[in-house]
């Protein structure tokens, strides 16, 4: 496997409902990000979350991290059709600051 | 806000033939980095620059690829030979410092190799 695998791998929900997003990996990281991707676009960083936090929230979107399990969530709140895109997790591990991302939730959200 | 801009949009290329891909980073930031996309599937890390040298490279960074920072503000990822399965969407990102710090990516350049 990977590191940073997300779960699920394809998500359609209605305008308004939450959007929950998973990652799983596999070594011991200094973060881990959320980026997102809108089609044919380069990523959009969302948000970090270091390996000592436990939740961070920004707007509408809440990221949890649990180093013992070593998975991640990325939870959209109300969400609206212009969050329709693929969310991608990262992991950092090393000193040069690589990032090692997962394999992508593509999140459609119908209007 | 300060952008990472990348040239061309789509490059198409002969196989065999040398490519190289333009970026810009932001101005202000001290590492830089390459990633590609093949269609569908993940983001795949190159290779990371940082003080004029490479800090870090995967196993695709093989000898056919360089990167060059050849001036104040251009970072360039060059392809001497390129092949069919080159063929894919590369990155480039920029961030201020290493692992605490967001990468900012540029929109890419679609690369194909016929």
């Given amino acids: ?111 | 806000e300060p952008e990472v801009t990348q040239t061309p949009s789509h490059q198409v290329t002969q196989m065999g033939q040398e490519v190289i891909l333009r970026c810009v980073p932001i101005s202000n930031h001290l590492y830089f980095y390459w990633y590609r996309q093949i269609l569908g599937q993940k983001v795949e890390f190159l290779v990371s620059f940082y003080n004029n040298e490479i800090s870090e490279k995967s196993e695709i960074f093989d000898d056919q690829f360089s990167v060059e920072r050849p001036d104040g503000s251009n970072f360039t990822l060059k392809i001497r030979s390129t092949k069919l399965e080159d063929s894919a969407m590369y990155f480039c990102a920029s961030s201020r410092g290493t692992y605490n710090s967001p990468l900012h990516f540029g929109n890419g350049t679609r690369l194909t190799v016929t």
């Fill in chain 1, 1 to 111: 496997s990977q590191q940073g695998e997300e779960d699920p791998q394809a998500l359609s929900i209605q305008e308004g409902e939450n959007a929950t997003m998973n990652c799983s990996y596999k070594t011991s990281i200094n973060n881990l990000q959320w980026y997102r991707q809108n089609s044919g676009r380069g990523l959009v960083h969302l948000i970090l979350i270091r390996s000592n936090e436990r939740e961070k929230h920004s707007g509408r979107l809440r990221v949890t991290l649990d180093t013992s399990k070593k998975s991640s969530s990325l939870l959209i709140t109300a969400s609206r059709a212009a969050d329709t895109a693929s969310y991608f997790c990262a992991t950092v591990n090393t000193n040069a600051g690589k990032s090692t991302f997962g394999d992508g939730t593509t999140l459609t959200v119908k209007p």
